[in-house]
């Protein structure tokens, strides 16, 4: 009979589980996953991000969820919030790691530390960029921008020895 009253409080506990054949669960992540990606295409970026954040609270173990913390960070990164941005690619890239958008996300990375003139930090991003995704498109773009910085900085030094890197690195990968 004492066992009775914690059996019932676990039990209450369990009725947040989201089953991933709950048709009217499922259909509500949709619905809300489509509304926030409608107000990212019509630029209302923070009520954007709002939603998604709203899904990943409540959705975050059903489908979608790795396009919502990609969308969610490109919103931050189209509000020119940096560091915000970067934090939530870093997520994506952490939580989602088999994730389509793994790739994309690390090549953003690499843009938000460009658009703050980091651009060791940058370079550092695209490296990872063509070393880990070098069949990928993420990785030629990611050459073509660290050519252009390497352009920007002809006579820097750590300009020239990164790209010595870059050079050996897309070597060693055409060998592969």
């Known amino acids: 009979m004492r066992y009775i009253l914690p059996f ?10 989201l089953r991933s054949y709950d048709y009217s669960t499922n259909q509500k992540a ?13 630029e209302k970026y923070e009520d954007a991000i709002n939603e998604f954040k709203r899904f990943l609270d409540y959705y975050s173990d059903i489908y979608f969820a790795d396009e919502c913390y990609f969308h969610l960070a490109d919103c931050w990164r189209l509000l020119h919030q940096f560091p915000e941005a970067r934090e939530h690619y870093k997520q994506l890239i ?7 958008f793994v790739a994309e996300a690390r090549f953003r990375t690499g843009e938000c530390w ?6 060791l930090k940058a370079v550092s991003a695209y490296k990872v960029v063509i070393e880990k995704h070098y069949q990928n498109e993420w990785a030629k773009r990611s050459i073509e921008k660290c050519n252009q910085i ?27």
């Open 30 to 42: 949709v619905l809300q996953y489509q509304r926030a990606c409608e107000l990212k295409t019509q």
């Open 114 to 119: 460009e658009a703050e003139s980091n651009y």
């Open 94 to 100: 952490k939580k989602k790691k088999n994730s389509s």
């Open 8 to 17: 019932l409080i676990l039990l209450s506990g369990c009725g947040g589980y």
């Open 150 to 176: 390497f352009a920007k900085f002809p006579e820097a030094k750590w300009a020239k020895k990164e790209k010595k890197v870059v050079e050996k690195l897309i070597k060693k990968l055409k060998k592969i």
